[in-house]
Structure formats: structure tokens, C-alpha cells
């Protein structure tokens, strides 16, 4: 890993931390809530590119803390997801992708991949993901989805960005 890409992980990782630490800006997920972390359930939900269910939700199957850091010296705003799953198909690999949203629609690339969660044999695990936030961008999700089996995705709720 280069050191500048390095540099930037740790960066959001610290901004993260201390977001966390001062409990700023948490809220419950809801859709569409914006601030700069936002707790969201991981459901058994598939979303289309532009955010609309495919499938409805049957189940939660853990939690995301979705968190915003803005731009700061010369580091680019970042969003950063850290949560767990619960329950999902044992020793599976999931991508996980964060995906953002303008009014316009898609913002971006709905496939790009920027990290992967394995859960254990009883379908548990942890993730942690990291993206720059994209110009013109207004909310974002997360989906992780089964590479064994392309119907097994969750997601979580839709989020505003906060400006």
C-alpha cells in the first residue's frame, strides 16, 4: 500500500474514531437521515442501482455505522462503514460497495468494490469500508452481496450526505 493511500486510511479510520468518541451527530437509522454518523440495520433487501427494493426486507441480519468525515487538509470528505453480520449464509465472501446517489440518480459506479466481508460458520462477521465521496453526491447505502450465490445481497437503508 502506498503511502499516501495509507496515509488517507488512517486518516478516516481517526476520524472515525473520534466521531465516535464524541457521539456527534448520531442518529437512528431512518431513511434518509442525514449528520455525520447514522446507525442503520443490514437487511436481507436488494436495492437497483438508483436505490429502489427489489426485494422487500424479511429480516435484519446486523448493524452498519455509517459515518461521514469531511474534507480536512487536503483529504477528500470520506464516508466510512463499520458493522456487523448476523446470521447470513455461513462461510460466505461478501463484496461490500458504497453506493451514492444524486437526485439525478446513480453517482458513480453501482459495481465498484471497495472492500469484503468472509462470515464464519455460523454466518457472522465483521466489515469495514472506506470510499471518497463523489461530486454532486446527496446519499449512499451499503450492499454487500453473496459472490457464491448473486440473489443474496443486504443492504442498508438509504442515507442523506450531509453538506
Not at 454487500?144 to 450526505?161: E, H
Amino acid at each position: 500500500m502506498s503511502n499516501r493511500l495509507a496515509r488517507r486510511h488512517r486518516f478516516a479510520l481517526a476520524g472515525f474514531a473520534l466521531t465516535l468518541v464524541l457521539g456527534v451527530g448520531l442518529t437512528p437509522g431512518t431513511a434518509g437521515a442525514a449528520g455525520p454518523i447514522t446507525l442503520s440495520k443490514l437487511a436481507d433487501t436488494n436495492r437497483d442501482c438508483n436505490g429502489a427494493f427489489i426485494s422487500p426486507s424479511t429480516k435484519t441480519m446486523g448493524t452498519v455505522v455509517m459515518a461521514q468525515i469531511p474534507r480536512f487538509l487536503g483529504n477528500p470528505a470520506t464516508l466510512i462503514t463499520l458493522g456487523t453480520v448476523q446470521g447470513a449464509t455461513p462461510r460466505a465472501a461478501y463484496d461490500i460497495r458504497i453506493i451514492q446517489e444524486s437526485a439525478d440518480g446513480l453517482v458513480g459506479s453501482c459495481s465498484a468494490i471497495v472492500g469484503k466481508v468472509t462470515t464464519d460458520g455460523n454466518g457472522n462477521g465483521i466489515l469495514i469500508a472506506t470510499t471518497p465521496v463523489l461530486a454532486g453526491s446527496t446519499k449512499w447505502w451499503v450492499d454487500l452481496n453473496n459472490q457464491q450465490n448473486f440473489a443474496d445481497y443486504l443492504d442498508t437503508d438509504l442515507v442523506a450526505i450531509a453538506s
